[in-house]
Each structure stands twice: as structure tokens, then as C-alpha cells.
């Protein structure tokens, strides 16, 4: 459970400090400058949160930490209950624990989802694709997505490898650090949750049979890809290099025909 909090708006991230009494006593108010949302963050930043959660550091933690790395204070030591002892710019200073607590509300979407796709842009010298997939062929995004689909039922760390070997062309997904682990999985999640938006027919939730058992993910692509040929093998070629978000437009218009047709014929 929290510390209580002072109420405060959650549009800035405001410290009050006071200066240490070795350098001086001096008592001032103190403004910082955070980032306010996942779109927000640099690589570098993106990292450290990857890197944190990795450790197993996240809620309260993981807000506290962030607020101080961005906010440029080394922590020196935890002095008190009350106070943390902190260094910014040269200068020493006492940080009110009641103050941490208050400010890391401006940290709470830490927790939430991205509203919009967000990766890192470069790991070790790899450039990612584009962060909605734009440009990304439908068969490279079919062998996306059942990795993850593969993932969220086994949770083998071979199946990130192998979808940050698709975002990350060149890059050895088995030598991968964990961060990037987390940063593809937030990243896919994400996606998710953007394409559900952009086509809710074609992105419903896949049913389980009646004993429980997932739906089979080979014999799903394969309706797809049949879908979009109308059942001309020879245009498979031309399908799976179609861009990925013209092909899944031009799904989610044929599910959405089947929808309309069925709530017709029902009535």
C-alpha cells in the first residue's frame, strides 16, 4: 500500500527538496521534468525500464526508480525514513520521502499499456522495423504472429528469438539480452491492442475448442491466406508480399461481410 499523498497535479512532476545542511541549509522549492507517456521515452530510457522489469522491479519500485533516473538525481544514500540523500547538477540534497510518493503518480502509466506501439529504435547496431509494422510483408507477419502465439502458450524464450530476428533484421535472437525480451513482448502487446482498434472484426479473440484446447494456428494462417487468394494457389506468392496492413484491412472487410451476412440471415 502507498504512503498517503499530497495532492498535487499529475500533468508535471514537482520535488520539493531542501538542501542538505553540510552544504549550506538552504531551503528551496525544486521542479523536475519527466516523461508523461511511453511515446515519450528515448531508447536509452526505454532500456532502463526493460532492464528494471527484467530484474523483477516493477509497481511503486520501478515508478520510484524511473522518476529518479529521469529526473537526473543520483541517489546517494537512503538517509532516513524521511529523507533520501540525492545529488543533481553538483548539488546535494535532501528529498522529502512523502514528495517521492506524491510524484510517482506522474509515473503511473508505467503500469497501463501503450496506446501506441513503442520499441526500441536500435539494439546493437540492428535497426527495428517500423513500430505498426508498416512495410513488414504478410508472411513475415504471419510468421510473426504465430511466435507470439506460440509464446503466450508455452512461454519458450526460443519463440522471442525468433520474432526479435523479424522486428530486428540481422540480429542473433538467441543471444538477446533480457530487456529486449520484455521490449518485444510490450511491443507485440501493444500492436495487439492497436490492431484490435483499427480491425475489430478480424481481430476477435480466437475460441478455444469445447475441451479446452487452442485453436490450431497453422490451419488459422491457412484460412487467411485462402481469404485473400480466394483459393488460387498460384496467387500465394502475391499475397504473403502484400503489406501487412493491406492485407489485414482487406481481411477485416471480408470479416466483417461474413458478420453482416450471418446477422441477416439470422433474422
Not at 54 to 69: E, N, V
Request: charged share 25%.
Amino acid at each position: 500500500m502507498r504512503t498517503e499523498k499530497k495532492t498535487r497535479p499529475i500533468s508535471s512532476a514537482d520535488i520539493e527538496t531542501l538542501y542538505d545542511a553540510s552544504v549550506g541549509g538552504k531551503a528551496e522549492r525544486y521542479s523536475i521534468s519527466v516523461p508523461k507517456s511511453w511515446s515519450e521515452l528515448t531508447d536509452a530510457q526505454l532500456r532502463y525500464v526493460y532492464t528494471l522489469l527484467a530484474m523483477g522491479w516493477m509497481g511503486d519500485t520501478l515508478q520510484t526508480y524511473c522518476l529518479m533516473r529521469w529526473a537526473g538525481f543520483e541517489v546517494e544514500q537512503r538517509r532516513t525514513a524521511r529523507y533520501w540523500l540525492v545529488r543533481h547538477e553538483g548539488k546535494l540534497l535532501q528529498v522529502d520521502t512523502q514528495d517521492i510518493a506524491s510524484s510517482i503518480e506522474a509515473m503511473d502509466w508505467l503500469g497501463e499499456t501503450p496506446d501506441m506501439p513503442v520499441r526500441i529504435g536500435t539494439v546493437d547496431g540492428h535497426e527495428a522495423i517500423d513500430a505498426q509494422l508498416h512495410g513488414l510483408s504478410f508472411g513475415d507477419y504471419i510468421r510473426l504472429e504465430n511466435y507470439y502465439q506460440g509464446y503466450l502458450l508455452s512461454k519458450n524464450d526460443k519463440a522471442v528469438a525468433a520474432m526479435a530476428e523479424i522486428l530486428y533484421p540481422g540480429i542473433e535472437g538467441e543471444k538477446m539480452e533480457p530487456y529486449l525480451a520484455y521490449n518485444i513482448i510490450q511491443w507485440m502487446v501493444s500492436l495487439k491492442k492497436l490492431f484490435g482498434q483499427l480491425w475489430p472484426d478480424f481481430f476477435r479473440p480466437a475460441s478455444a475448442d469445447a475441451d479446452g484446447t487452442p485453436p490450431d494456428m497453422r490451419a488459422v494462417m491457412v484460412a487467411e491466406i485462402r481469404a485473400l487468394t480466394g483459393g488460387d494457389v498460384t496467387k500465394n506468392s502475391t499475397v504473403l508480399a502484400t503489406d501487412t496492413w493491406d492485407a489485414l484491412t482487406e481481411l477485416n472487410e471480408k470479416a466483417r461481410e461474413a458478420r453482416e451476412f450471418n446477422e441477416k440471415t439470422k433474422k
